[in-house]
């Protein structure tokens, strides 16, 4: 008989499958905002309480690696008040929370290029990313001036300055910003759009794909939950014959 041994089918999470790393598309902000009547950047203000929030909770039920996707290489092309807006509100999220992440456990990492950002905020990410190097509990990689493409290139060109005449799929990961984390299980975009705009596009060969409907500024504990369990109930085959 045809059995989906794996499934997840009593809608509660099974901890011992649990995804090791899980990336989100936080996306929807501005239209959150525009639905309220409220400025754009009124959603990336609460779409910061998202991701403390999801933070927090994929720490207290177990997940090792999360990747969150603040700022694409092509969200400079927005209005400049914006991309200040989004820089202000990153810079104090991590001046404010930055103790209680190291308390926490929290490793913080980046990918994207930091050194195009506002100098004030540049000082807070290598301020926090140093006072947390040591932290082994959960990983939170941000991606924030982002983009796989841009990423991919970096990483060829440093392999030619390294004098590197031939790459294996190792040595090419080691140039990427990932480095030392394991490639996402599961991609969440928020806000229904299906696609990954320049997302990780490397690491995410494998990922599961999950687009729910929710505005990031929604997606709270229990969106994560939900998450998770879509996950579980997929079937990853990694090219091989289902088993
Ligand atoms: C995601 O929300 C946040 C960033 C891209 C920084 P958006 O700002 O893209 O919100 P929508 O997609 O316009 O609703
Ligand atoms: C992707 O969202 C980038 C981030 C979430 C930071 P966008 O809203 O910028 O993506 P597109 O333009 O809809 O593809
Ligand atoms: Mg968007």
């Known amino acids: 008989m045809f059995k989906k041994k794996k499934e997840n089918k009593n809608n509660k999470i099974d901890f011992d499958r649990l995804p090791r790393h899980i990336a989100f598309i936080m996306d929807g902000n501005g239209r959150w905002a525009k639905g309220k009547g409220k400025l754009r950047t009124y959603g990336h203000k609460i779409g910061a309480d998202s991701l403390r929030i999801v933070i927090k909770h994929a720490q207290e039920l177990g997940i090792k690696v999360v990747s969150f996707y603040a700022f694409s290489t092509e969200n400079w092309n927005r209005p400049k008040d914006e991309v200040d807006e989004i820089f202000r509100i990153a810079c104090n999220l991590i001046k404010s929370k930055k103790e ?144």
């Open 100 to 243: 209680s992440m190291i308390k926490a456990n929290i490793q913080l990492i980046t990918s994207g290029d930091i050194s195009k950002l506002p100098k004030e905020l540049i000082g807070e990410i290598e301020d926090c990313i140093e006072k947390t190097k040591n932290n082994d509990g959960i990983v939170v990689n941000i991606a924030i001036n982002y983009g796989s493409r841009s990423e991919i290139l970096r990483a060829v060109n440093e392999i030619i300055k390294a004098g590197i005449k031939e790459v294996d799929e190792a040595t090419f990961r080691k140039y990427l910003y990932t480095t030392n984390l394991p490639d996402p299980d599961l991609v969440v975009r928020t806000s229904g759009e299906q696609r990954l705009s320049n997302f990780l596009m490397f690491q995410n060969a494998y990922a599961e794909l999950y687009f729910p409907k929710t505005y990031w500024p929604d997606f709270r504990e229990k969106e994560l939950e939900k998450a998770i369990i879509e996950f579980q109930n997929r079937d990853r085959r990694f090219g091989k014959i289902k088993g």
